[in-house]
């Protein structure tokens, strides 16, 4: 991405001390207003990044399938521990609270979703679905960040946050604003007195630069939008409970800030833990569970808010795991696996049959649905954008969203 002057200057104000006014303003809002108040109807799309890998074949489980047995003595779920999807298909048991959404038709599952010649790196095969492209070094922003680019112009504030502990996501980099990142929005406050904050940095300049300029302008919004945010944090009442997790309390706040119609589009955070080589059955039942249970919570939130039927969530895996499991009771890198998309929205239901674990590629379930179809179904169906020119090329659209 090419940084300009301005870029530069704005960048450069993260973390300053206004010493005019003995005011800190945090370094996230310094780079960048947080946003603007949305729509009552705006429609919100919430990602889920499930890091490591999650296991598809433990997670949507094949219980009829023998070849499923065969290949994980130790970890395979029995036909009688699933909660039943299909005659085929079931959930693994400790995803409870995504069998009520299915059951209450908030929740779609497609399965046997990857890529073309599927790489088992960490780093390059999530390079490939945050920038929706099989060469990532040769893109320069993100599949999401093409979207808030979109919607920008010169005076707009950025229609994306991230949520979550590590940094900004390549799915978000975009080329003309700045995405902010917070970590806790519980934890923010501003010190000493705002007011005489904005009215030191909106004061006049005589001959400022355009650079000056913008960058008070820039500063004077961001402190308007930090004291909202500190409204938020403090003022906005939890209207259903949530279970102790770190994802149920990001998906909380989240709630919040749509609830006060805080602005941004999309939302992006995080589960990790999925890289199980070894011992996976001690790992992958709890993460899955923090999952379900988290995401339930917050449409239980949202419907007592009254606006679950404005939020689609979507959850996706680098990519899933190897058939067989390996000899430290785990299982190692693989290819395709299912995603979840939920919302009122969707088309409830299975999207796509069991996997054939006859015909397999190098150990590795094969896909037989592109990610970047799901990708073309929300940008088309739910955030009303051209999927051809955010993913650069045709995809047919997965029917996904409800007409």
């Not at 945090?26 to 889920?48: C, H, K, N, Q, S």
């Not at 650079?211 to 004077?220: G, K, T």
């Not at 009442?237 to 805080?262: C, E, K, M, N, T």
Request: net charge neutral.
């Amino acid at each position: 991405m090419n940084i300009t002057r301005r870029d530069f200057v704005a960048r450069g104000l993260g973390g300053t001390t206004l010493l005019a006014s003995g005011v800190s303003l945090p370094g996230f809002l310094t780079r960048t207003a947080v946003a603007a108040p949305g729509a009552d109807d705006e429609r919100i799309l919430v990602v889920i990044q499930l890091t490591g890998g999650n296991d598809g074949l433990n997670t949507v489980v094949p219980f009829r399938d023998d070849e499923y047995h065969k290949a994980r003595p130790t970890l395979r779920i029995r036909a009688d521990q699933v909660l039943k999807l299909t005659d085929e298909l079931g959930l693994h048991p400790d995803m409870a609270g995504f069998k009520r959404l299915h059951d209450d038709g908030l929740l779609a599952v497609v399965n046997n979703v990857g890529y073309p010649n599927p790489d088992r790196s960490h780093f390059r095969s999530m390079d490939i679905w945050h920038t929706a492209d099989a060469r990532p070094e040769a893109v320069d922003s993100g599949w999401l960040g093409r979207v808030v680019d979109r919607g920008a112009g010169p005076s707009d504030v950025p229609r994306a946050l991230h949520l979550d502990e590590g940094a900004l996501p390549l799915a978000l980099k975009n080329q003309r604003v700045a995405v902010p990142s917070l970590r806790n929005i519980d934890a923010f406050r501003l010190q000493g007195d705002t007011e005489d904050l904005q009215r030191v940095i909106g004061a006049s300049r005589r001959d400022a630069s355009d650079d000056l300029l913008f960058v008070q302008r820039l500063a004077v919004s961001s402190c308007a939008n930090a004291r909202r945010l500190e409204r938020v944090g403090a003022g906005s009442a939890v209207s259903s409970p949530y279970p102790d997790y770190r994802l149920a309390l990001r998906l909380r706040q989240i709630a919040q800030l749509i609830g006060a119609r805080f602005g941004p589009r999309i939302y992006y955070t995080s589960l990790d833990g999925f890289d199980t080589h070894a011992r996976q059955a001690l790992a992958h039942g709890p993460l899955l569970r923090e999952l379900s249970d988290s995401v339930t919570a917050f449409y239980d939130d949202l419907r007592q808010r009254r606006i679950a039927d404005r939020v689609v969530v979507l959850t996706f895996s680098e990519f899933g795991r190897r058939v067989g499991e390996n000899g430290s009771q785990g299982t190692d890198h693989g290819a395709a696996a299912p995603m979840f998309v939920m919302g009122p929205a969707v088309r409830a239901g299975v999207v796509g049959g069991r996997p054939d674990l006859t015909r397999l590629i190098d150990g590795d379930v094969r896909h037989e649905c592109d990610f970047r179809r799901v990708y073309a179904g929300v940008l088309r169906d739910w955030l009303a954008v051209d999927p051809d020119s955010i993913l650069g090329r045709r995809f047919d659209p997965l029917a996904i969203i409800r007409s």
